[in-house]
C-alpha cells in the first residue's frame, strides 16, 4: 500500500481476511482493525473503513497505538472519519493523534498524521498553499531519512502529485587528491583495495551524521545535509578518520578535499541540481588535500562549538566569479 501498488495490496488483503473483526478488542485484533481502515481507504472499499471505523472506537483510551507502533490509533480514526464523510470527527481524532505523536516522540507517526491532515485540508476546500504546508516537514523528514515509502505516500498527498522540489540544503562535495598519481604509484590492484577503503571510510561517517549520497564521481562523492552543523562535523572528522586509516599504508596515503556550499537544490529521482550543487564542486575544486572549504555564507550559520574558521580569500569560482572562502578547522577539544 505505501510503494502504491494497488494489485498486490488487493492480493493481500484478500487473503488477510480482515472481516469480520471479532469482539472485544485484543492486541492482535487492534492490528486487523488499523489495516481495515488503511485498506479500505487505499482500495475504496468503505465497508472495510467502516468496519475496522467502528472496532477502533470502542479500543480503550490509554491505548495509543498498535504492536507495529508507527499504527496511531488516533489517526486511523481519522483517516476513517475523513472517509466517511464526518469532517468535524476527523479533526477531532487528528488533534488527539498529534498529542500521541508528541508523547511517543515519533516522527513517522507526525509524518503519517501530517499525510491524514493534507487530505482533509483538500476535502474541507482549503487551497494548495495550506495543503503544502502541512505537508512540507513531512516531505523534508522523510526525504531525509530515506523513508522511500512513506516519502512516496506523502508526494501522493501533494497537490497534483507535483511537489515542489526545491530545497535548502547544505550540500558537499570530497574529492581523492592526486587520484591519477596514486593509481600509478600504487598499481591497479593496490589503487581498487584503497579506493574501496575510501568509499567505505566515507560511507560509514556519512550514514553516521545523517548525508545523503547522491552523486558518486569514482574517487568521490556528493552528499546533501539537512544541517549546517552535522555537515561540518561530518567534514572534519572525516579528515580525522583518513588521518587514522593512513598509518595503516603511509606510502599510499589517501588525501581528501571537500568543500561545502549551502542554498536551494533542486531533486529529481534522487539526484540533486541547481547553482548550489555546481558551486559545491567549485569550492571543493579550490581545496588542498586535506582542507574542508566553505562557501561564504557558511560561517554564519554554524554553531561556534563545531569549528572555527579562517579566511582562505578570495578565490574565482569558475561561473560565478569572486568569492569569499573560509577554512575550517576543528577546535581542539572537539571529538568528531
Known sequence: MLCGDRARAEALVADARLLPLGGDPTVFSLDHALLAVEAGDYLDDLALVDAGYDYLASVPRPVAFGIEWCMGVRRVLGLGALRLGDIDEAHH????????????ASPVEAARIAV?????????????????SALRPALDYTTDARLLALEAEVRRAWPGHRPDLRRDLVVLYTDLVGSTELNVRAGDDMYLELLREHNKIVRRRLTAFGGIEFAFTGDGVGASFASTDRALAFALGLQGDFDDAN?????????VRIGLARGDALEDEGNLFGQ??????????AAGAGDVLVDEDVPESVDPSIARFSTAGRVHLKGFGQAELHRARPLVAADY
Request: a positive charge.
Open 116 to 132: 491524514v491532515h493534507a487530505r482533509l485540508l483538500a476535502q474541507a476546500g482549503s487551497d494548495g498553499s495550506a495543503v503544502r
Open 93 to 104: 481524532w487528528l488533534d488527539q493523534a498529534r498529542r500521541d505523536a508528541e508523547g511517543a
Open 276 to 285: 548550489t550543487v555546481v558551486r559545491a564542486v567549485r569550492v571543493c575544486a
Open 247 to 255: 598509518g595503516a599504508h603511509p606510502e599510499f596515503p589517501l588525501q
